[in-house]
């Protein structure tokens, strides 16, 4: 019996052993595949269409490469964001770059917040340097938009950012402007109420 019990061991210690070595394997050709699929990716950023009906586009690749968080592709982004001129392509850019949370990226999305045309470039540079964090560079650059930026879209979004990394409130613009809204409606049935009673004496 004691002999059975030690071959069992050893079969059970044996097998053990080998299973590690075909997980250790396996670990190895995941991450083979994994950087094919990277790679394939970055062929699309670099020679695809920006948009297509059916196959793989420009902006399909980014997302894709932005929910891999690779951030070997952070420096292809980039450049391609500094370049590009067609507008979702680079909204989608920035966003891939928030989501992979490289602090390379930093100083783009801060030029990008501070000086880019597009609402939604802006608010999704907002976004992302909330999700990234940072230090008072971040901070600065997005109260800077907080008190500057003449759109709502992004000023909201810069809120949120700013209280995720300072845990501070800050005013939600569109609250504000709702309260207004509940102002001026309370004035007019005041207002209207004031009108009504006149008459009715």
Known sequence: MKKLMCVVIFMLGFSLFFSNISLAESELVL??????????????VKFGQVSSDYEPNKIDAVIGLGLLKDPQCVD??????????????????????????????LPILINVLKNDDYTHARSAAASALGDMGGGEEVIAALEEAYNSDEDMYVRNHVAES???ITGKSYENQTDEIMREIKKDINKDVEKYLDKTKETSN
């Open 162 to 164: 700013l209280e995720k």
């Open 76 to 105: 292809i982004l980039i450049e391609y964001l500094e370049y590009s001129d067609t507008a979702h392509f680079r909204h989608q850019i920035i966003k891939s770059l928030g989501w992979i949370g490289d602090k390379r990226a």
């Open 31 to 44: 991450q083979s595949q994994l950087e094919k699929r990277v790679d394939e990716l970055i062929k699309i």
